[in-house]
């Protein structure tokens, strides 16, 4: 694998000590070995590609799942838990300008239908996900991001839709104070545990009949004929089509084509030990809310049912013991500037993961260039418990040859390259310094 990271960002030690380890055991997969003919060879074992293969074993396509650690290691085993509306960094109104107002209404739309789809499949297995929250709330941070917000409330309340908005001096009264000027909610998504939600998926793509691997990296795919050979390192799986799920965790020679054009960056969290209910009303925060801040940089944070409380942020540029050290002591000093009455609550647990930018900053779904029968689906900025199980769907209707049966836009449908090839981290640190400034 060639990745751009040092290897300690894709060893133990960023996601050592993550919370949602504790709740539940990680089910125990089989690795690949020998030489097995599928279907559909899918790389990675996270939401997109849990998702892709439960979709595909249902309708009966002989589906193998390789994921290169245990499962729930990447990212859709340690991030935030935030079931929400995103995938894109791009506002509206930007959208609509770069991709004309029908890709942008259609994408928009599968926002919508990914937080749905998730919601629904929590129904149908009866997965038991710690869920809660009625929609995400934003805070603003700044008396500037406040006049934004009035606006943007204004603008739904213009277009007919639901408006769920308060003044600085509400903030309290619903359980939600801090340094903060006012809050929007989208009555759209729910918090969750996501390891939990990962493993209900993982058991429903099983009984469907998807072959589910740990330890089993694809190290090389070829094409031979019509077909693809994926290698793993005690095997190889013979494939007429393969989906690469990689998101963050990807390599850049798996396939070529993703080289450059993907951009890892990390995100870092902790969550504290329970909260008293004097605590609880000390701070003033006792809403059950999803919520987070205005910030470009921005931080998340929400009371969990168990009532401790989880706050992530950016992570470092670097990676490294000594960087995570660093990140880890920069996230617990955000969290006591914000809420100050809990200086002296421990943190239990704090973690870090890769989520994955692109350069248009919108995700892509859909086939590999000039390697027929491949498919890749990733780049979720952040949001990929939604956005993740909804493009493994729609990647389910690709790899089949369907026109996909949920809002797909032409706005998921082009990959850019970054500047700087391998070297393009050197972009992220003066893009970290001017959205700073800005915030």
């Known amino acids: 694998m060639r990745r751009i990271y040092p290897d300690y960002a894709y060893g133990s030690g960023p996601r050592d000590n993550c919370w949602w380890d504790k709740t ?5 997969w089989p690795e690949q070995r020998g030489e097995e003919k599928v279907d559909v060879a899918i790389v990675g074992g996270g939401f997109t590609g849990l998702s892709a293969a439960l979709h595909l074993a249902q309708d009966g396509t002989n589906v193998a799942v390789l ?26 109104t930007t959208l609509r300008r770069r991709f004309g107002i029908e890709a942008a209404e259609t994408y928009e739309a599968s926002e919508v239908a990914a937080v749905n789809l998730v919601r629904q499949l929590l129904d149908t297995y009866g997965i038991e996900a710690e869920t809660h929250s009625h929609g995400e709330t934003q805070l603003a941070h700044s008396p ?11 603008a739904m309340a213009q277009a007919g839709e639901p408006v769920e908005f308060l003044e600085k001096h509400q903030l309290a009264e619903h359980g939600l104070n801090g340094p903060f000027y006012g809050a929007l909610t989208t009555p759209v998504g729910f918090g969750m545990n996501p390891r939990k939600y990962l493993f209900g998926l993982a058991q429903a793509a099983k009984s469907a009949g998807a072959n589910l691997f740990q330890h089993s990296p694809a190290i090389k795919i070829t094409k031979q004929g019509e077909s693809f050979v994926v290698t793993t390192p005690n095997g190889i799986l013979r494939a007429g089509q393969v989906v690469i799920a990689t998101n963050g965790y990807s390599s850049e020679d798996l396939p070529p084509w993703l080289a450059g054009r993907y951009m890892p960056t990390q995100s870092t969290a902790m969550v504290t030990r329970v909260l008293t ?25 929400r009371l969990m049912p168990n009532r401790r409380f989880l706050f992530g942020m950016r992570g470092g540029l670097m990676s490294s013991v000594r960087a995570e050290t660093s990140i880890r002591r920069h ?21 870090s993961g890769m989520v994955c930018l692109s350069r248009n900053l919108v995700p892509y779904v859909g086939p590999v260039p000039e390697m027929p029968g491949m498919f890749a689906g990733l780049c979720y900025h952040g949001n990929g418990v939604a956005m993740g199980t909804y493009t493994g769907h729609l990647l389910a209707n690709l790899v089949q040859g369907r026109v996909p049966d949920m809002p797909y836009s032409k ?6 390259k970054f500047p700087l090839g391998r070297a393009r981290r050197l972009l992220m640190p003066p893009a970290y310094v001017a959205l700073g400034l800005m915030d």
């Open 67 to 92: 994921e290169a650690e245990s499962p729930g290691w990447g990212a859709s085993g340690r991030n935030g838990g935030f079931c929400c509306l995103g995938g894109s960094k791009l506002r509206g």
């Open 411 to 416: 706005v998921v449908q082009s990959m850019p």
């Open 331 to 351: 996230l617990r000093h955000d969290f006591e500037k914000m809420f100050p009455a809990w200086g002296s609550v421990e943190t239990t647990h704090c973690w």
């Open 144 to 154: 500037k991001a406040m006049t934004r917000l009035r606006a943007e409330a204004h």
């Open 24 to 28: 539940i055991e990680a089910p125990d």
């Open 277 to 301: 209910e004097n605590e609880l009303q000390a701070q003033g925060w006792f809403s059950d809310q999803m919520a987070y801040d205005s910030r470009n940089l921005l931080h998340y944070f």
